[in-house]
């Protein structure tokens, strides 16, 4: 089993580019099935996640071929429709297949996806959206069987709550159908720009990402396209948060500040100092952050739920007190069993954690979730002693070797198997 040794207390210094992101590289992949041809995708993290979706497309038929942060996806052939229930397992964003093979294939199977460490995932809003576009669903001893004999038409669909994964879905299905689509209360993170981007690329119509109103044009005849992936908020906000806890000075390039801002605004009325341009961020910190407003996690443009743990690891080891409430998922909070470990001070009541900054000391404590373990690198970062972080495999799944790109930085990390 590989843990990270961290020795905290150094200062982070210096440059880093953020990598691509996780949420907006799932999707984008999973779409290159809509085009026959050959699909270029650059800035491609090396994470596993992405490793497991080019394993699914691998699995559907589409020949698929990494160089460096380069992936070609040639899906001039799909020859299944069905995604084995392994990987299904592995992760659970690889509902966003649905929308996809549906469109191309006009059926698709894949194993329902249970809870996850966050909680309950439910897909019905995902099912509720295709339903509406014409798909037919049933489910049968776990497995999802869609298909769509009668073709995906075009229609209103509106989403109750603005699903990232559920307006993803919706945007990949309706691309295969016929006539106009209209997404009412869509997610307006910035990674379905992304997604709208390359769709448009391939030559599909798709307007309004960014906004709650998305409407899609479909039967559009798709061509393959290259694209560039944007850079990670979440990996963004997860450096800048551990600069802030540990303190230093850091530049970070290949990421839109706007897209982070309720972030830079937490960070900024904690004490740290900072400069953004187009795609830059600085930030400068004593090591010593305050306590600041209420932080509640929303929907983009709100304050964003995965880099609630990060943010609350970093005001853990400051001074003052910090209420933060979680509104997106039901179990979000299980790093704060581990933080306390390293001498945390939080109190968790339902939704809410409060926080009371604290000297933070070494200790062995293991990843829960992507981001739970992400939150138990930046205290660790920033106490007294040695940490040992364990269960990095749910670190991997988001973070393209984060050990290497803190030690760039001035950090006291390795990796190490024991
Ligand atoms: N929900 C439903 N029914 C549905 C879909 C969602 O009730 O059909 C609920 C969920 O249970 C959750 C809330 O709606 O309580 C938000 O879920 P959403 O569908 O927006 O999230 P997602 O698409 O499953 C994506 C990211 C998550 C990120 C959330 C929220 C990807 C691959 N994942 O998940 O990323 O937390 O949006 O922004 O894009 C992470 O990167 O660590 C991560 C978990």
Redesign the pocket.
């Known amino acids: 089993m590989s843990f990270f040794e961290i020795t905290g207390r150094r200062r982070l210094s210096g440059s880093l580019a953020v990598h691509g992101a996780?949420?907006?590289v799932?999707?984008i992949l999973a779409a290159c099935i809509l085009a026959p041809g050959e699909c270029v995708i650059h800035n491609c993290p090396h994470l596993s996640?992405v490793s497991a979706t080019l394993d699914i497309l691998r699995g559907l038929g589409c020949a698929v071929h990494r160089d460096g942060n380069t992936v070609t996806v040639d899906a001039s052939v799909v020859q299944r429709s069905a995604v084995p229930e392994q990987l299904m397992r592995e992760m659970?964003?690889s509902?966003?297949f649905l929308g996809a093979t549906l469109a191309r294939m006009g059926e698709a199977q894949l194993s329902y996806p249970g809870g996850c460490e966050?909680?309950?995932?439910?897909?019905?809003?995902?099912?509720?959206a295709l339903r509406k576009l014409g798909a037919q669903i049933r489910e049968e001893d776990g497995v999802l069987y869609c298909c769509a004999p009668d073709g995906l038409h075009g229609c209103e669909v509106h989403l109750p709550?603005?699903?990232?994964?559920?307006?993803?879905n919706t945007m990949l299905a309706a691309c295969g159908g016929s006539g106009t689509t209209t997404i009412v209360g869509a997610?307006r993170?910035p990674?379905i720009e992304d997604l709208q981007m390359f769709l448009n690329a391939l030559g599909a119509q798709v307007q309004g990402a960014g906004s709650n109103v998305i409407t899609v044009q479909g039967a559009a005849r798709l061509r393959p396209a290259e694209h560039t992936v944007m850079g990670d908020r979440?990996v963004a906000a997860t450096y800048l948060s551990a600069a802030g806890a540990a303190g230093g000075e850091v530049e970070l390039t290949g990421v839109c500040p706007e897209h982070l801002s309720t972030v830079l605004d937490v960070l900024e009325e904690a004490g740290c100092r900072l400069w953004y341009a187009k795609d830059m961020i600085h930030l400068c910190s004593d090591g010593r952050l305050q306590g600041v407003r209420a932080i509640r996690t929303a929907?983009?443009p709100g304050f964003?739920?995965?880099a609630q743990s990060v943010v609350m690891a970093a005001l853990a080891c400051g001074r003052g007190r910090t209420v933060f409430e979680e509104n997106?998922?039901?179990s979000r909070y299980r790093h704060v069993s581990e933080l306390a470990r390293m001498g945390a001070d939080i109190r968790l009541t339902g939704r809410t954690a409060v926080v009371q900054g604290a000297d933070l000391h070494g200790a062995d404590v293991c990843s829960t979730?992507?981001?739970g373990g992400a939150a138990l690198v930046v205290a660790a970062l920033a106490a007294e002693g040695v940490s040992r972080v364990g269960e990095l495999h749910h670190i991997d799944?988001?973070y393209d070797h984060l050990e290497l790109a803190l030690s760039k930085l001035g950090a006291e990390i390795y990796r190490k198997n024991g």
């Open positions: 996780k949420n907006s799932l999707p996640d659970r964003s509902v966003i966050l909680g309950p995932r439910p897909i019905n809003l995902h099912l509720d709550f603005p699903s990232v994964g559920a307006t993803e997610a993170e990674e979440i929907p983009y964003p739920t995965d997106i998922f039901q979730d992507l981001r799944r988001g």
